[in-house]
């Protein structure tokens, strides 16, 4: 890991890390992000590894203009208003995400929604811009740690988890941004943060807020990930005789009579069967099958977040979600 203090070369070589599919730390005017080239499933898959998070949340992508994330998402007309009012700025949107979208399943943890942001802080706009390409970013710290305002901070939590700190001195905000979802007919909030529920509401008139209504489950669930609708066998060595079933496989070793295989990585690469995954659910999903087997996945590393995201799909539904 290598951290150096921000200035044009500096950007420059860091716009090219993120396009060769590296990671980096890069301050932005709420907390630092752990930033990969949102287009590149093995990049993203490695701040997941790189946090250690357990579960695959889902990111928010950042990119220098509104213009650039119209290519990624669909505003309608609160969203314009939002944009015009809180960017450059705290202000993360969940919109729909465009059919033809060049952003990894993995960021979206395969919901049909993205999260999108035009940040603030200077160097982050510079570094955006300089890359080209959507940024996904979570805050740079390992999963239940405190969010980073410095870049010591960064390197002291990620250490050599992270290629490359750019370091544009302490971040004024200290809080993460607001998350506001406009795919329903009520704009939720997801996460309050350095844009006020006030400010909110004097754009939009109406806010609803996440955990606060009868129709909403749990906080946290709201984010509920892509559920497939075929039953999920999980821990598969062999098929069943006369089930038919789709084949999510992995490793070298495959067993036969599957209608239908998709192998994760016939290598056994973690960080490889972490950026198919979600893309997998879904082709899976779609096959004229009775159902999904899933086989055994090593539970180390990114493992432990697949494993994961495999139970929530497997578990018995209640309903409610989406
Ligand atoms: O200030 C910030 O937002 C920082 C800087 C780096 O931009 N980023 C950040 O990311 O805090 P993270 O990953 O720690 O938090 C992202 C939040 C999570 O609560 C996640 O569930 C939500 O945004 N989120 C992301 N994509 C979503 C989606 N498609 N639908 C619903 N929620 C989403
Ligand atoms: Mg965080």
Partial sequence: ???????????????????????????????????????????????????????????????????????????????????????????TIVLPRRENADVADLVSAGLPTIAVRVPAHP??????????????????????????????????????????????????????STVIDLTGKTPMLLRPGLVTFDALRDALGEVAVAGSGAAVTAPGMLASHYAPDLPIRLNVHAAIPGRREALMAFGPDVPAHFDMIRNLSPTGDLTAAAAELFAALHALDRQDVDGIAVMPIPETGLGIAINDRLRRAAAPRSGATT
Wanted: charged share 25%; net charge negative; with cysteine.
């Fill in 123 to 176: 160097v982050a706009r510079d570094l955006l811009r300089a890359t080209e390409r959507p940024v996904a970013a979570p805050s740079a710290n390992r999963s239940g740690a405190i969010s980073p305002t410095t870049a010591a901070h960064v390197a002291a939590s990620l250490g050599d988890a992270v290629d490359r700190i750019v370091d544009g001195g302490p971040c004024d905000g200290g809080l993460e």
């Fill in 1 to 91: 890991m290598r951290i150096d203090t921000a200035n044009d070369k500096v950007i420059a070589e860091a716009a090219a890390a993120l396009r060769h599919g590296d990671l980096v730390a890069f301050p932005t005017e709420t907390v630092y992000g752990l930033g990969a080239d949102a287009t590149n499933g093995r990049a993203v898959a490695r701040i997941f590894d790189a946090k250690g998070r357990p579960s695959f949340n889902p990111l928010i992508v950042h990119a220098p203009e509104i213009d650039d994330h119209r290519r990624y998402v669909v505003f309608e007309e609160r969203a314009e208003r939002l944009a015009q009012v809180f960017w450059p700025g705290a202000l």
